[in-house]
């Protein structure tokens, strides 16, 4: 059985940095990619990054390019999120995604989801 656990929401200031976690468990993790997704209030999920099996490709949304930054650790089966610069239009929850590829990810596909950490910026 797949789990996906994120940690590390929470409220910070606008300017201020945060960083996400998510611990996978129940399949090979070297075997997949994964990423990170958000949903703000009224909106939609929306991408947010994805980094590849081998951690050696990573992807971003366009607005977020320069202030996130994702990456993984097949020692212990984590992937992070590190966010900083941080506005209130990142007010969001944050969902963990593993995948079969970047590509499925950045189309917004993913085989699980985590249950969501919320952030919180406030101005």
């Known amino acids: 059985q797949v789990q996906l656990v994120e940690s590390g929401g929470g409220l910070v200031q606008a300017g201020g940095s945060l960083r996400l976690s998510c611990t996978a468990s129940g399949r090979t993790f070297t075997s997949y990619a994964m990423g990170w997704f958000r949903q703000a209030p009224g909106k939609e999920r929306e991408f947010v990054a994805a980094?590849?099996?081998?951690?050696?490709?990573?992807y971003y949304a366009d607005s977020l390019k320069g202030r996130f930054t994702i990456s993984r650790d097949s020692a212990d089966n984590t992937m992070h999120l590190q966010m900083n610069s941080l506005k209130v239009e990142d007010t969001a929850v944050y969902y963990c995604?593993?995948?079969?590829?970047?590509?499925?990810?950045?189309?917004?596909?993913?085989?699980?989801w985590g249950q969501g950490t919320q952030v919180t910026v406030s101005s």
């Open positions: 995604a593993q995948g079969s590829t970047t590509a499925t990810l950045r189309n917004g596909w993913s085989d699980y």
């Open positions: 980094v590849s099996w081998s951690g050696g490709n990573t």
